[in-house]
Structure formats: structure tokens, C-alpha cells
């Protein structure tokens, strides 16, 4: 019962005839609850069974009442971030499930890397904040132009240069959060919003970051942004089949990734298929 963990989920009451002290103390340390010398009397063994099983239930409720208590509250989290990423998709005129197909592709993509290589030490946690915190990623558009925006042909050069800058001011909007600075998903957060367009060889903006230098949080969550891109119908372009979309990330037609998460990315597409599949069904 010990091996399998089950002693913390059923009560043991020992009875027995052999009261040493050795065999007692022994019984109590290998997680018994009670302990009852023979011979015995029927109501006593009766009562303290009875006693430990309230015991154990009521400890039960406590436990379902917590974790009802916290799921509702990550429930109430996600629906805020969700709420606040639809309006800024709302008003790009991007697909309204763009910021939920980055979440999940992000997490897959983390879950393979961390399978994979211990090299960017992401705890559970971390991948927690990223998954989370990549909803925010655009959040910056919302200072950007909505002629630009939405503008269905090519951007001019003068245009780009303006829808760039929604890098920048989606960091600078998360930093003059000055009260949440210390918090962990405002700086994963700012991460992302600033360098989710950067360049595995340093030919993305806003920074010109090269390998490494660009946080693995904005790394992660640039491949997915890159992905639903081209697997998503735009404004100004048509979606891509979910093959045509991968070759091209792997044709570096989309700019230059961290080789590691290709291979991440190769791993998992079957499951990105599978999802959008399943999501358009
Ligand atoms: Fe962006
Ligand atoms: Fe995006």
C-alpha cells in the first residue's frame, strides 16, 4: 500500500495480538491509523473505524473544495486573458480563435522542447506562464492604425514600419504596468510582446536579436504565431493547407528559426493537424 501511495487514501486499522512496543511503533510507522490490540471489544473496534472513515471523508471535501476553488479561479484567469486577446483581435480583424491556436501550438511546442532538451531549464511552471502569456503577444496592435491593420493588399514600406512598432508597444504598455513589474506573466509577457518577431540569425525586429539572445519564451511562441499565420485565411492572404504551412516554416520562407524547435515543430505536426482538423470539422 506504501508503494502504490494507496495508504494516503485508505485507512488502515491494524489489530493484533502481538503489544510490543517494536511491533506497534512499527505498524505506526508504516502509516496504520489506529492501532488495536486483540482480543478486543466488537463496539470499541466498531467506533474508531467509524470515526477514521468520517475523518478521511471530510478531509476528501476539504481537498475537492480547494481544488474547485483554484480551478475556478485559473478558470476565471484564463477567461480575463482570453476576453482581453479577443478585443485586440477583434479590432486586427484576425481570426477570433488566432490567440487559442497560439496557446495550444506554444504548449505543444514547449512540452516537445522540454522532452527533448534540458538545455533551456523551462520548468512546469514556466511553461504554465509562457502558454498563458502568449495570448498577449499582439497586444500592442492596439496602437497601431486600423487602416493599416486591416488593410487587405501589401503594406507599403512606411506601413510596415508602423505595424512593426506594435512590438514595442505592446512591452512599453506591460511595463508602465508599474504595480505588476514583479510579477512573473507581466515579464514572461513582456518578453514575448517584444521579441515574438525577432529572428533566430538576427534579422527580425524590433532588436535584431540573434540565437539565444531572444528569450526562449518569445522564440516558442514566434513559431506558433508564424504557423497560424499561414494556416489561417487574413485580410490580405488566402489560409495555407497545414503541409504547405510547414514546408514554408521549414524553407526558412518565414525567416530563421532555432533549429531545435523545427525539429519540435516536425515532431508535433500530426497533433497541430489533428486539431485544426478537428476544430474546422
Ligand atoms: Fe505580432
Ligand atoms: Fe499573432
Not at 475523518?55 to 482581453?84: A, C, F, P
Not at 498563458?132 to 496592435?141: E, F, Q, R, V, Y
Not at 512599453?172 to 504595480?179: D, E, F, I, Y
Not at 527580425?204 to 497560424?228: H, M, N, R, T, W
Request: hydrophobic share 35%; with cysteine; proline share 2%.
Amino acid at each position: 500500500m506504501n508503494r502504490n501511495h494507496w495508504i494516503e487514501d485508505i485507512p488502515v486499522i491494524m489489530i493484533s495480538t502481538d503489544n510490543s512496543d517494536d511491533n506497534v511503533s512499527r505498524a505506526y510507522s508504516l502509516g496504520v491509523s489506529d492501532y488495536i490490540s486483540s482480543p478486543f471489544d466488537a463496539k470499541v473496534v466498531y467506533n474508531r473505524v467509524f470515526n477514521i472513515i468520517k475523518l478521511y471523508s471530510k478531509q476528501r471535501r476539504l481537498v475537492q473544495l480547494v481544488t474547485e476553488q483554484i480551478y475556478e479561479k485559473e478558470k476565471d484567469n484564463q477567461m480575463m486573458i482570453g476576453i482581453l486577446s479577443h478585443i485586440v483581435e477583434f479590432r486586427n480583424g484576425e481570426s477570433g480563435s488566432h490567440v487559442l491556436h497560439i496557446n495550444k501550438i506554444t504548449g505543444m511546442l514547449l512540452e516537445r522542447l522540454i522532452q527533448k532538451t534540458d538545455k533551456y531549464d523551462i520548468s512546469w511552471h514556466d511553461r504554465y506562464l509562457i502558454t498563458t502569456a502568449s495570448a498577449l503577444h499582439d497586444i500592442g496592435k492596439i496602437g497601431v492604425d486600423e487602416k493599416i491593420l486591416n488593410k487587405p493588399g501589401r503594406l507599403t514600406a512606411d506601413e510596415f514600419e508602423i505595424m512593426k512598432m506594435h512590438t514595442m508597444i505592446g512591452a512599453s504598455m506591460l511595463h508602465s504596468l508599474t504595480m505588476y513589474q514583479d510579477e512573473e506573466l507581466v515579464r514572461v509577457a513582456t518578453e514575448i510582446c517584444r521579441w515574438h518577431h525577432e529572428r533566430y540569425d538576427g534579422r527580425g525586429y524590433p532588436d535584431g536579436l540573434k540565437g539565444d539572445e531572444i528569450p526562449i519564451s518569445a522564440q516558442v511562441v514566434s513559431v506558433a504565431d508564424v504557423y497560424d499565420a499561414l494556416a489561417s485565411e487574413r485580410v490580405y492572404k488566402k489560409a495555407f493547407p497545414h503541409e504547405k504551412a510547414i514546408e514554408m516554416i521549414m524553407n526558412g520562407e518565414c525567416g530563421t528559426f532555432n533549429p531545435l524547435l523545427l525539429e519540435c515543430l516536425n515532431d508535433i505536426q500530426g497533433r497541430i493537424k489533428d486539431e485544426m482538423d478537428a476544430e474546422k470539422a
